[in-house]
């Protein structure tokens, strides 16, 4: 839909509307100047001529600076002289375009080509620009480049010939390492520059297009019953005795008990949370809005948190309007206290979808619950729930061995070979007193321990503080743990320590 018949000024593109198509406004003074609006409400400056028998138009730029209604005018008006001269703009614009070089090439790429991407991908992809592509391969011309080039850098990133130390101020550094997962990454953001670069004719091919990159390393870290216990017993303990913000544990939990990706938990605002259908309703996610199906015990976290007045954060943070942001010092102690260090926060999420695909759900259900946008992406949990491809292998094992050998055929007792056999007792300090505990997958109801500092178990024992530190060095005393700094016992190991001293004391009857 063109309009024409009116002067194009920064009021009337200001005033501009997208629409369902896309549409033009035409400059009623300069003959072929206009702006054309995207369906997405994209304002581009354009100049529109006729030249060798036919209609051409040249695309000036995006509205914004530099390009305002006064210098695309401006330019528009050079065009114009060199029309007259029988000079194609479009066909020079082309040749300059062949000369761009890949810095300039990945410079447009950002500005342009991710123009509707989320920040968080614009600022990765500036990083791998920034700190491997532009370094090696900046200052070549895109139309020379060849596949060896890109494969040169792909073996000079991963060798850390990009590696190097930048001062950014005051005490702080970054460190870039390079390596083979910084070697594929920088790929795949070049790969896509000249894709991009592609579309814009810089070049009629892209070299990056079949190249292999290093193979990636995913790790699938799951959480068993066992280590879910134990991990809620350390959160629990943590609660109980403060020594960690009552935030970061709820944040912990919820992790957890949804399923989120951490910074949807971190930045969870209280408006978000819809109760009544007891679900979370995100305006913006990974990808994009989303609704995330809570459960009854993710509920009840969510409504044990202290709510801090004007602050919209259902975690707060430390200052006023701000949400809880440094969450990985807290797991880090958490963890260690649980005996789970070598599980990342992300881990949280992939037993939450462990624990639905073992638990016989359909890898639909588990990709609508954690958002993926591919089913690809939940494929990673076909293996847990492949309860029926186990019982066809044994089914057809046992068919075979019954003619091979009769020795073999039968049904196998493998009730103790489970993973999740993980006894207690090897991750107390001192075994001989470990209480016995229920696993209980559900992290948001505490775990019915009572947990005691080291002042209120001596007053339970009638000991002095000096003797229970003395039984601790000893290792002869009740089961403890640590949680950070801070020395606990639970309430059941130190009874249970007592009543095996007092049987220990009691005298032996001998048959008369």
């Known amino acids: 839909m063109a309009k024409s018949n009116i002067r194009i000024t920064k009021r009337v593109v200001i005033d501009l509307k997208a629409g369902e198509k896309e549409r033009f406004v035409w400059d009623n003074e300069l003959i072929g100047f206009g702006v054309r609006v995207s369906p997405k409400g994209l304002i581009t400056y354009v100049y529109q001529y006729f030249l060798e028998g036919r209609t051409r138009r040249f695309r000036i ?75 090696l391969l900046g200052r070549r011309k895109v139309a020379s480049l060849e596949r060896s080039d890109l494969e040169g850098m792909l073996r000079d990133v991963a060798a850390g010939k990009t590696a190097r130390t930048q001062k950014l101020g005051f005490r702080s550094l970054a460190r870039v390492r390079g390596g083979k997962g910084a070697a594929s990454s920088a790929l795949s953001v070049l790969s896509a520059a000249l894709g991009f670069g592609v579309t814009r004719k810089v ?15 995913k790790i699938e870290r799951f959480l068993s019953p066992a280590e879910l216990a134990r991990l809620g017993e350390a959160l629990s303990a943590a609660s109980a005795l403060g020594v960690e913000s009552a935030y970061a544990i ?25 109760a009544y259908h007891r679900c979370l309703r995100l305006p913006d996610s990974k990808t994009g809005s989303k609704i995330v199906h809570l459960g009854a015990p993710a509920m009840k976290v969510i409504g044990a948190i202290e709510e801090v007045a004007g602050n919209p954060y259902l975690l707060p943070g430390k200052r006023d309007g701000t949400h809880v942001t440094d969450l990985q010092s807290s797991w880090e102690r958490i963890r260690k206290t649980a005996g789970l260090e070598d599980v990342r926060i992300h881990d949280l999420r992939h037993s ?36 029926p491809i186990k019982a066809a292998a044994d089914r057809i094992a046992d068919e075979i061995a019954r003619h091979l050998d009769q020795a073999l055929a039968g049904d ?73 700094r801070r020395v606990v016992y639970s309430a059941d190991a130190v009874d249970a320590w007592m009543a095996i001293q007092r049987e220990a004391e009691r005298p032996i009857a001998v048959a008369a």
């Not at 070049?203 to 390393?217: V, Y």
């Not at 989120?260 to 969870?268: A, G, T, V």
């Open 61 to 135: 730029g995006t509205h914004g600076a530099p390009w305002t209604p006064e210098t695309a005018r401006q330019e528009a008006t050079r065009l114009a002289g060199l029309t007259v001269s029988g000079d194609d703009p479009q066909q020079a614009k082309i040749e300059e375009r062949k000369a761009m070089t890949v810095a300039q090439l990945c410079d447009l790429y950002l500005t342009e080509g991710l123009l509707t991407r989320k920040e968080s991908s614009v600022k990765a992809a500036r990083c791998d620009i920034e700190n491997h592509i532009k370094p």
């Open 352 to 387: 939450f979808a462990s624990m639905g695909a073992a638990s016989g759900d359909s890898l639909m259900v588990i990709g609508a619950l954690l958002g993926h946008r591919s089913a690809k992406t939940t494929e990673r949990y076909t293996h847990l729930a492949d309860h």
């Open 250 to 274: 709820a944040a912990l939990r919820l992790l957890i008990l949804t399923g989120c990706r951490k910074n949807e938990i971190l930045m969870l605002k209280r408006a978000h949370v819809d």
């Open 412 to 484: 196998v007792d493998l009730s103790n070979t489970s993973e999740d056999a993980d006894p207690f007792d090897t991750y107390w300090e001192t075994p001989n007193a470990a209480p016995e505990h229920s696993v209980d997958p559900v992290l948001g109801a505490v775990i019915r321990t009572e947990w005691l500092d080291t002042r209120a178990a001596a007053t339970r024992l009638g000991f002095t503080v000096g003797t229970m530190q003395t039984y601790r060095w000893m290792g002869t005393g009740p089961a403890f743990r640590k949680i950070g």
């Open 203 to 217: 070049r009629t091919d892209n070299p990056a297009i079949g190249i292999r990159k290093f193979p990636s390393k």
